[in-house]
């Protein structure tokens, strides 16, 4: 029998009915904005920056419009301008080379391992070829690099690091949040990432200087004492009038929408991992087929599944993919010579003038990738490994 997946590989659970019901409690009092408060009323939004803080362990947390806002937000925050060289993986997704460019500074990639993390060998030359300050580092679909060894090289290069946990929310390493490594962590909300308002992006730190930057940044105008997570007054007292207003705040919908699915987060990222070991389990040793370890440190969110068909000429790539795809399987292929879907590699970034890059070019043309939506069960993931392993032998054999 040949057995086809019917399922959608967009389509995410529904809004919990908590989070739908406190939704419509702020539609009805209509104080959508932030700082609209009633008297002696905190807003949404300023109880979920403190709700995420405490979930991180960070001092300070500040809500925004998007993933990308934040990163942008935190690349400002540090002083980042026009011209500036920022170092940042070669693979990662659009939006991280387009908050650097955002700014007017400059991408400067760096390789990737076929652990799929940052090649730390070749970011420390990076830095010395650049004097490269700032790292904007992307857990690119939740793998974390050895952030002990790349923190002692960051720290004693005197580069500032901003983690990009856009796919490691709820993620660890070595027992710290992702995020709480560097100076800065950016999360993103947005309807595919592990909660879901839409849009909708958050920061944490410990620094009270950049996040009282972050917060006048974010469009806080003279209100930031309503906000719960932040730096005491007395630390936005200069920087309030140096530092400009580049509107990008989260809104108490959103925010509301939110704090449910916050408090059910370490069981959906159970929910994930179960989803993520039913793949690994029915793709063990495929022939051809290369699963990509993951180290003892780190404890992941399997939001997504990678595997690698590792040195495949791009014909056979293509092959896999349109069997696997006339099956119900969709698997996106980060070697494709053209951007597609939400797809795109660092070559194709031509405002960012990429120079070529050997390692990345090489994992990339074998890299493979599907998401595991939480509509997916566990059976489900089984039967696409199975699709997927048997495409795979087929084209392997014929090769
Ligand atoms: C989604 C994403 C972002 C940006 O988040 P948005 O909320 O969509 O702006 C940044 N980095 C990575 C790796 C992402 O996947």
């Given at each position: 029998?040949?057995?086809?997946?019917?399922?959608?590989?967009?389509?995410?659970?529904?809004i919990?009915?908590?989070?739908?019901?406190?939704?419509?409690?702020?539609?009805?009092h209509?104080r959508?904005?932030?700082?609209?408060?009633?008297?002696?009323?905190?807003?949404?939004?300023a109880?979920?920056?403190?709700?995420?803080?405490?979930?991180?362990?960070?001092?300070?947390?500040?809500?925004?419009?998007?993933?990308g806002?934040?990163l942008?937000?935190?690349?400002?925050?540090?002083?980042?301008?026009?011209?500036?060289?920022?170092?940042?993986?070669?693979?990662?997704?659009?939006?991280?080379?387009?908050?650097?460019?955002?700014?007017?500074?400059?991408?400067?990639?760096?390789?990737?391992?076929?652990?799929?993390?940052?090649?730390?060998?070749?970011?420390?030359?990076?830095?010395?070829?650049?004097?490269?300050?700032?790292?904007?580092?992307?857990?690119?679909?939740?793998?974390?690099?050895?952030?002990?060894?790349?923190?002692?090289?960051?720290?004693?290069?005197?580069?500032?690091?901003?983690?990009?946990?856009?796919?490691?929310?709820?993620?660890?390493?070595?027992?710290?949040?992702?995020?709480?490594?560097?100076?800065?962590?950016?999360?993103?909300?947005?309807?595919?990432?592990?909660?879901?308002s839409?849009?909708?992006?958050?920061?944490?730190?410990?620094d009270?200087?950049?996040?009282?930057?972050?917060?006048?940044?974010?469009?806080?105008?003279?209100?930031?004492?309503?906000?719960?997570?932040?730096?005491?007054?007395?630390?936005?007292?200069?920087?309030?009038?140096?530092?400009?207003?580049?509107?990008?705040?989260?809104?108490?919908?959103?925010?509301?929408?939110?704090?449910?699915?916050?408090?059910?987060?370490?069981e959906?990222?159970?929910?994930?991992?179960?989803?993520?070991?039913?793949?690994?389990?029915?793709?063990?040793?495929?022939?051809?087929?290369?699963?990509?370890?993951?180290?003892?440190?780190?404890?992941?969110?399997?939001?997504?599944?990678?595997?690698?068909?590792?040195?495949?000429?791009a014909?056979?790539?293509?092959?896999?993919?349109?069997?696997?795809?006339?099956?119900?399987?969709?698997?996106?292929?980060?070697?494709?010579?053209?951007?597609?879907?939400?797809?795109?590699?660092?070559?194709?970034?031509?405002?960012?003038?990429?120079?070529?890059?050997?390692?990345?070019?090489?994992?990339?043309?074998?890299?493979?990738?599907?998401?595991?939506?939480?509509?997916?069960?566990?059976?489900?993931?089984?039967?696409?490994?199975?699709?997927?392993?048997?495409?795979?032998?087929?084209?392997?054999?014929?090769?």
């Amino acid at each position: 029998m040949r057995e086809t997946f019917t399922g959608s590989f967009t389509q995410q659970e529904p809004i919990p009915e908590e989070a739908i019901e406190a939704a419509v409690r702020v539609l009805r009092h209509g104080r959508l904005h932030r700082y609209n408060t009633a008297p002696g009323e905190v807003a949404e939004t300023a109880l979920l920056e403190e709700e995420f803080a405490a979930f991180t362990g960070a001092r300070y947390c500040l809500a925004v419009a998007s993933g990308g806002y934040a990163l942008g937000c935190a690349l400002r925050a540090l002083g980042v301008g026009p011209g500036d060289a920022v170092l940042t993986n070669a693979f990662t997704l659009a939006p991280v080379p387009g908050a650097i460019a955002s700014l007017g500074a400059r991408s400067v990639f760096v390789e990737v391992t076929e652990g799929l993390t940052i090649d730390p060998d070749h970011l420390a030359r990076r830095i010395a070829e650049t004097g490269a300050r700032v790292l904007l580092l992307s857990h690119m679909r939740g793998h974390i690099c050895d952030m002990d060894r790349l923190m002692a090289l960051c720290d004693g290069a005197g580069v500032r690091v901003v983690e990009d946990c856009a796919h490691t929310m709820g993620a660890e390493w070595g027992g710290v949040p992702s995020g709480r490594h560097g100076v800065i962590g950016c999360y993103s909300t947005q309807t595919y990432k592990h909660m879901n308002s839409g849009e909708g992006g958050l920061l944490v730190s410990d620094d009270a200087d950049l996040m009282a930057r972050a917060i006048l940044l974010s469009g806080s105008y003279m209100l930031y004492d309503r906000h719960r997570a932040a730096p005491p007054p007395e630390v936005f007292e200069t920087l309030r009038y140096e530092v400009p207003n580049v509107s990008g705040r989260m809104d108490n919908l959103r925010a509301a929408i939110l704090r449910p699915q916050l408090r059910i987060l370490p069981e959906q990222v159970a929910r994930w991992n179960r989803l993520y070991r039913a793949m690994e389990d029915g793709l063990a040793e495929t022939p051809g087929l290369r699963l990509i370890p993951r180290p003892e440190a780190e404890r992941y969110v399997g939001s997504s599944f990678q595997f690698l068909l590792r040195g495949w000429p791009a014909a056979r790539v293509r092959e896999v993919v349109a069997r696997c795809a006339a099956r119900g399987v969709e698997l996106k292929w980060f070697g494709a010579a053209e951007p597609a879907g939400f797809t795109s590699k660092y070559d194709q970034w031509r405002y960012a003038d990429p120079a070529p890059l050997a390692r990345t070019e090489a994992v990339l043309a074998g890299l493979l990738d599907l998401r595991l939506p939480l509509t997916f069960s566990p059976e489900d993931c089984a039967l696409i490994a199975r699709i997927i392993r048997a495409e795979v032998g087929a084209v392997h054999q014929a090769g």
